[in-house]
């Protein structure tokens, strides 16, 4: 099975700190996603990346970076944590980029104090 | 811009009683449908999907979805549900216009009462 693995289940931040959350996975997927969860308003696209060294903006990128260096690992950089970036942080990859087969981490929750 | 609509955020229910939660979505042009459903402090797992074909799809758990495209929907039913079932359960869509990325919807929570 798949597995995408997400460094921190909990992490709490001070404003202003600057923030890597880490994700891996191990099975040689091209794409790599980086969603935020928040009550009633389910999942929301933050930033993905179908390869290596590339990166696109998602519906919600404001405030936040990522970088994917290698094809496993997938980064997301709040560049100077706020309190509005409290919320649950969820990766995602898959092998083919057509909205299908994504596998899902078990989530980062972060909270910015 | 595209949407998906979980038209009921809590659903609760009762152990052995049906459940439909709803979905609907803004455009039936090439899309893909899925549902997830996500247990209290775990990731997202794929309950079912429809691609192609036939318009009723099975899923995990005994849990079964219908694509109405004249209506837009893809709503999920279970004809008897059980404590476990306990979950939010999220609606998610990919159009082809959107290079088939996951959009979701708000979720809905079912809570499953003996």
């Known amino acids: 099975d798949v597995k995408v693995t997400q460094s921190s289940r909990y992490l709490v931040k001070r404003t202003g700190e600057k923030v890597f959350l880490e994700c891996v996975q191990d099975?040689?997927?091209?794409?790599m996603f980086w969603y935020r969860q928040d009550p009633g308003l389910g999942l929301r696209l933050i930033y993905f990346?179908?390869?290596?060294?590339?990166?696109e903006k998602g519906d919600i990128p404001e405030g936040y970076s990522v970088s994917r260096e290698k094809k496993e690992r997938f980064s997301l950089i709040l560049e100077s944590a706020s309190t509005n970036q409290t919320s649950m942080y969820l990766c995602?990859?898959?092998?083919?980029?057509?909205?299908?087969?994504?596998?899902f981490g078990s989530g980062t929750r972060l909270t910015v104090v | 811009a595209q949407s998906v609509t979980q038209l009921d955020s809590q659903v609760p229910v009762f152990e052995e009683a049906p459940v439909e939660l709803r979905c609907n979505y803004s455009?039936?042009?090439?899309?893909?449908l899925f549902w997830y459903v996500q247990y209290p402090n775990q990731g997202l797992q794929l309950l079912l999907k429809?691609?192609?074909?036939?318009?009723l799809v099975k899923g995990i758990n005994g849990f079964e979805a219908e694509f109405n495209k004249s209506q837009t929907s893809f709503h999920l039913r279970k004809p008897s549900v059980h404590i476990s079932d306990t979950a939010e359960y999220f609606c998610?869509?990919?159009?082809?216009?959107?290079?088939?990325?996951?959009?979701f919807g708000a979720g809905t929570t079912v809570t499953v009462r003996a």
């Open positions: 995602a990859s898959s092998l083919l980029s057509n909205g299908y087969g994504y596998t």
């Open positions: 099975m040689d997927h091209e794409n």
């Open positions: 990346s179908y390869d290596v060294k590339m990166k």
């Open positions: 455009s039936s042009v090439s899309v893909y």
């Open positions: 429809y691609l192609s074909g036939s318009t």
């Open positions: 998610a869509v990919s159009w082809y216009t959107n290079d088939y990325k996951l959009s």
